[in-house]
């Protein structure tokens, strides 16, 4: 069964600062991606993450894959007030054809002025 | 561009009501999947599909059936609706290629109450 962990939970920062959201998942995975929601709101899809080493940046956001340490990371860069949302990863179970796609609990961003 | 679309975005039920929701994606994706998120606990998988005809269960399935007769169509039922099952509910999409097309699509969600 694959299981996501996502910290922190809560996270609230001000602008201009930097910080990184956390993935841990448990076991092997053939994508990890990287989704953000604003209140009411669907998911929106940031970036997937394919091999191990992988990074994407857009804008402020960077995301990078370790498969070996089964671990992903978003890293916020001078964070402005518009990146307050809700920052959610997930991973796709890679063995057979139980192709799961699991969410971890989300991390709700505040970007205080 | 429809992408993904869930069908209704709203609706209250009564306790014991059936309902079916409704996705339907137009990018000729393998995989879909229903999901339902409740405040606090991200987003559940309740069943998910690999193909037309086939289904599975997902972390929390009790309580629901679902159907993919179409490889577009996934629909997920309530037979006896439960307060519960109050959540939002999301559908997604995805492919199994690698590269490019590799996302993993969402519907807007449709907000169930059960009263």
């Not at chain 1, 402020?60 to 990371?73: E, I, N, W």
């Not at chain 1, 609990?105 to 970007?111: A, D, E, F, P, R």
């Not at chain 2, 409704?22 to 339902?36: G, P, T, V």
């Not at chain 2, 490889?71 to 109050?86: M, V, Y």
Request: glycine share 8%.
């Amino acid at each position: 069964e694959l299981k996501v962990e996502q910290n922190p939970l809560f996270l609230s920062m001000q602008e201009g600062k930097n910080y990184t959201i956390y993935c841990n998942y448990s076991t092997t995975s053939d994508r990890l991606y990287w989704y953000r929601q604003d209140p009411g709101k669907s998911l929106e899809s940031l970036f997937v993450l394919l091999s191990n080493g992988a990074v994407k940046q857009e804008g402020r956001l960077m995301a990078s894959l370790d498969t070996k340490a089964r671990l992903s990371t978003l890293h916020i860069t001078a964070a402005v007030h518009d990146l307050s949302a809700t920052y959610f990863c997930a991973a796709r179970l890679s063995s057979g054809s139980a192709r799961q796609l699991t969410f971890g609990s989300g991390t709700q961003l505040t970007v205080l002025p | 561009n429809a992408g993904v679309t869930q069908t209704p975005k709203f609706r209250v039920l009564k306790t014991g009501q059936s309902m079916t929701l409704l996705c339907a994606q137009d990018m000729n994706h393998e995989y879909m999947y229903w999901y339902r998120q409740d405040p606090g606990m991200g987003l559940r998988l309740i069943h998910y599909s690999v193909g037309e005809g086939t289904t599975a269960k997902g972390e929390v399935p009790d309580g629901y059936n679902v159907s993919r007769l179409k490889k577009q169509n996934f629909l997920l039922g309530l037979e006896s609706a439960a307060p519960s099952q109050t959540s939002v509910y999301f559908c997604a999409s995805s492919s199994d290629r690698a590269g490019r097309g590799t996302e993993a699509f969402f519907g807007q969600g449709t907000r169930l109450t059960v009263v």
